[in-house]
T-cell receptor, first 114, second 112 residues
Framework: AQSVTQLDSQVPVFEEAPVELRCNYS??????LFWYVQYPNQGLQLLLK??????LVKGINGFEAEFNKSQTSFHLRKPSVHISDTAEYFC????????????FGAGTTVTVRA | NAGVTQTPKFQVLKTGQSMTLQCAQD?????MSWYRQDPGMGLRLIHY???????DQGEVPNGYNVSRSTTEDFPLRLLSAAPSQTSVYFC???????????FGPGTRLTVL
């Protein structure tokens, strides 16, 4: 079975500042990795995903994430945030060969202040 | 395409009542799933289906039933609601591995 740990439950950040959201996973087999965003009172939307290949993955809205196999991490970054980035962010993992079952982290709430 | 739709948006039940949460998708996806979201716990998989007529349990299946008679629909049934089932429920669908799942807007359920 796989599991996901998001190391920060809340991240306050000022507008135009950079942000990093940390995600670590554990799995006995190779994995696919995802970041989802949930805006207030909405469903989840895919930000980006790592399937294979380049370890630096670019997603929507200027976000990117880096897969580090040795550290079993998949941290999400954005160089300059906007007020509209205020949301909850979820890291998720699925195992190759069993990849229809997603395991989610507990989520990180990002609050962007002017 | 409407994507993934869920009804109702909100529901209040009394302990012991039963109800069905509806989920439909118009993307011809084979895979559908139900999650519940609770504060500080992320999303947890309740049940999933890899095609019509095929369902399986996820991480937290107790107290819930599902069926998949068509590709489009995947209802979630609460047989006898309990306060512990107060949560936000999300339905998702996806096609092929690796699974990018598309989520519905959610149903907020309160059990008194």
């Amino acid at each position: 079975a796989q599991s996901v740990t998001q190391l920060d439950s809340q991240v306050p950040v000022f507008e135009e500042a950079p942000v990093e959201l940390r995600c670590n996973y554990s799995s006995s087999v190779s994995v696919y990795l995802f970041w989802y965003v949930q805006y207030p009172n909405q469903g989840l939307q895919l930000l980006l995903k790592y399937l294979s290949g380049s370890t630096l993955v670019k997603g929507i809205n200027g976000f990117e994430a880096e897969f580090n196999k040795s550290q079993t991490s998949f941290h999400l970054r954005k160089p300059s945030v906007h007020i509209s980035d205020t949301a909850e962010y979820f890291c998720a993992v699925s195992q190759k060969g069993n990849d229809y079952k997603l395991s989610f982290g507990a989520g990180t709430t990002v609050t962007v202040r002017a | 395409n409407a994507g993934v739709t869920q009804t109702p948006k909100f529901q209040v039940l009394k302990t012991g009542q039963s109800m069905t949460l509806q989920c439909a998708q118009d993307m011809n996806h084979e895979y559908m799933s139900w999650y519940r979201q609770d504060p500080g716990m992320g999303l947890r998989l309740i049940h999933y289906s890899v095609g019509a007529g095929i369902t399986d349990q996820g991480e937290v299946p107790n107290g819930y039933n599902v069926s998949r008679s068509t590709t489009e629909d995947f209802p979630l049934r609460l047989l006898s609601a309990a306060p512990s089932q107060t949560s936000v429920y999300f339905c998702a669908s996806g096609q092929e591995a690796p699974n990018e799942q598309f989520f519905g807007p959610g149903t907020r359920l309160t059990v008194l």
